[in-house]
């Protein structure tokens, strides 16, 4: 056991391959790093900034859970960092915990993160259907847009956590007066960086508009743009002061919070990169123990949670990135930023950082996605809809949650459909269904809903094989999973079944069987003996056998009936029962049309119905 236990840290640990792969174009990956870092440094100021901790916490979040990320993730393209969905989180939290409850988030978050890691849970996230995705990443960039009103507007922050009231009283307060100089940097600083991107894609525009912004605010003294403000020189240095173990049984829903979404978010980002690049594939338990290290460190140094960044990943991939060593230049570059320019930085207006989240929203939105989910199914709509209203209006987590239930939902109704009972041949091994030939006769009801078997009478088909059968044997195809969402509704409706004597359950189809579906199945046999019948089954499969043992189910068919392998030898035994029950009473035809020996099985007396349930 410990030798297992030390065999997973092991494998979450760099290897060597890690940092060989750095040598290989140091130059191309340095430039990658550089431009990365000119992209994220207004996106870590504005993500700090919307955080409530301020911009100093977003560029430290930048620097060290960046570094820390890169060495121990697990992608080679991957860049971490402040994300706008991780401030949409922590906005509630410092509200109601303060700055020091917002660290201690983080730290807890990173021991969970790792403790994910060691359990290789990583791979389970890759089962988030993509309208959950869609809808929650519409839903982040509809809150984060909604986070930017007041510094848009140039109004201080509304008391309040909902992103919804607080940008509607912002909206109120500019009304009763306008702040018309925070309103056209934010305008021009966000029409700038998205008519950029389309003209000039490679350009980082959001570096431009917000040096054009801060110069124009300096050469103009524009009043109504409010700067940054200070910011230290440097980082600060580590220090476990902000953590108060009293509170931590509270933190721990927020906790858990943040360590699902910075996984989940990190995992998408790092598939998103795979899908980007050729020969590069993600190692998702590696992936949540470097997120998880980088959130243990990022809060000593007054750091936000981190997780990975899907644009600044992409940035990164585009530049010709093929190591962690542009996710390192990013952090590093970033750094020298914090400790040689702070005094430029701190002169940013809070108007321009407001565009630049804004036009990061607007890019977020993916038009032509969230369409082709809308027109793919009903039940991708629904769940994408849903998805998005409950960021909007709840908590992402939540969202999330409420997402992945009604998908998983609206799945198991769409695979519960699919389970089916139709009237087949009795006899034919191969095709299920024969229409247009000669099978057998007599007026035996068709199941509400079943596919209707076409066939008349007489024994044309396999040269007299149905003889003396007609009315007395009917043979039913169960068809796709036997299971709790659909197994009664496809079954008690094939109990109600009289006036034959045979009834042969051709089971070759059966997807799937639980304990419910087994049940079920129980049931239908049960009351099929009630009335005389005599159910064979056939085609069980092995890998079914046991759930259908564990409620006895089996063990009513052998002890009622019989199972066979085939659905030919199921009819030879049906036939031969009939033969027997029909010498018993003095029936020539019957008996003479069972003249041949059964296909398998023992012999068991089928009695007559009347007969049967006087029993």
């Known amino acids: ?261 910075a996984a989940l978010e990190s995992l998408l980002s790092a598939t998103v990169a795979d899908g980007m690049t050729t020969g590069q594939k993600h190692d998702p338990d590696r992936e949540l123990f470097g997120q998880g290290i980088a959130n243990l460190a990022a809060p000593l140094f007054g750091g936000v949670p981190a997780t990975a960044a899907i644009a600044r990943t992409a940035v990164n991939v585009r530049t010709g990135a093929g190591s962690r060593l542009a996710a390192l230049t990013h952090a590093a570059v970033l750094a020298v930023i914090v400790f040689a320019a702070a005094p430029l930085v701190s002169r940013i207006p809070l108007a321009a950082l407001a565009g630049v989240l804004l036009a990061t929203a607007v890019r977020m939105v993916e038009v032509g996605a969230l369409r082709a989910m809308a027109r793919a199914t009903r039940s991708d709509a629904v769940v994408l809809v849903l998805t998005a209203v409950a960021t909007l209006v709840l908590d992402l987590v939540l969202a999330v949650v409420i997402g992945l239930a009604v998908a998983g939902l609206l799945a198991l109704r769409a695979v519960a459909a699919e389970a089916r009972v139709d009237r087949v041949h009795p006899y034919d091994d191969g095709v299920p269904e024969l229409p247009g030939s000669e099978t057998y006769g007599g007026e035996v009801p068709e199941l509400p809903g079943a596919e209707p078997y076409k066939g008349g009478g007489g024994d044309a088909d396999g040269g007299g094989e149905l003889a003396g059968t007609a009315g007395q044997v009917v043979a039913y195809r169960v068809e796709g999973p036997l299971f709790f969402a659909g197994a009664h509704r496809s079954l008690l409706e094939l109990g109600e079944i009289s006036g034959v004597r045979v009834v042969i359950l051709r089971m070759c189809r059966v997807t799937t069987v639980d304990a419910t579906g087994a049940l079920a199945l129980k049931d239908t046999v049960h009351r099929l003996n009630g009335r005389g019948i005599v159910v064979l089954a056939s085609g069980i499969r092995p890998d079914q056998r046991r759930a259908l043992e564990s409620v006895g189910a089996l063990e009513l068919l052998r002890r009622e009936g019989r199972e066979y392998a085939t659905a030919s030898e199921a009819f030879g035994a049906a036939r031969e029962r009939l033969a027997v029950a029909g010498a018993a009473r003095g029936d020539g035809a019957v008996a003479a049309a069972g003249a041949g020996p059964a296909r398998g099985g023992r012999d068991v007396p089928v009695a007559a119905p009347a007969e049967e349930a006087a029993r």
């Open 1 to 261: 056991m410990a030798a297992r236990g030390r065999g997973r840290v092991r494998a979450l640990l760099p290897v060597r391959a890690d940092f060989a792969a750095m040598a290989r174009a140091p130059r191309r990956d340095l430039l990658a790093g550089l431009t990365v870092a000119i992209v994220a440094l207004p996106l870590a100021l504005g993500f700090g900034v919307a955080s409530g901790l301020g911009a100093e916490a977003g560029l430290a979040t930048a620097v060290v859970a960046g570094a820390l990320a890169a060495v121990f993730g697990g992608s080679n393209l991957q860049v971490s960092g402040p994300t706008g969905a991780m401030t949409v989180v922590l906005v509630p939290i410092v509200a109601e915990y303060g700055p020091g409850g917002v660290l201690t988030v983080g730290l807890m978050a990173g021991g969970l993160l790792i403790v994910l890691a060691l359990l290789r849970a990583g791979r389970s996230m890759r089962y988030v259907p993509a309208p959950v995705v869609e809808g929650f990443t519409f839903g982040i960039a509809c809150v984060i847009a909604l986070q930017q009103i007041p510094n848009a507007l140039g109004v201080a922050a509304p008391e309040g956590d909902k992103v919804l009231v607080v940008a509607w009283r912002a909206v109120e307060e500019f009304a009763g007066g306008p702040n018309w100089t925070a309103l056209a940097i934010t305008v021009g600083v966000a029409g700038l960086m998205l008519a950029g991107a389309r003209l000039r894609p490679g350009v980082p525009f959001s570096v431009v508009a917000v040096v054009a912004a801060t110069l124009a605010v300096q050469l103009f003294d524009l009043d109504g743009a409010t700067p940054i403000g200070a910011l230290p020189a440097g980082l600060p240095a580590p220090s476990l002061g902000f953590l108060d173990v009293s509170a931590v049984g509270s933190l721990v829903a927020p906790a858990v919070a943040v360590a699902a979404l």
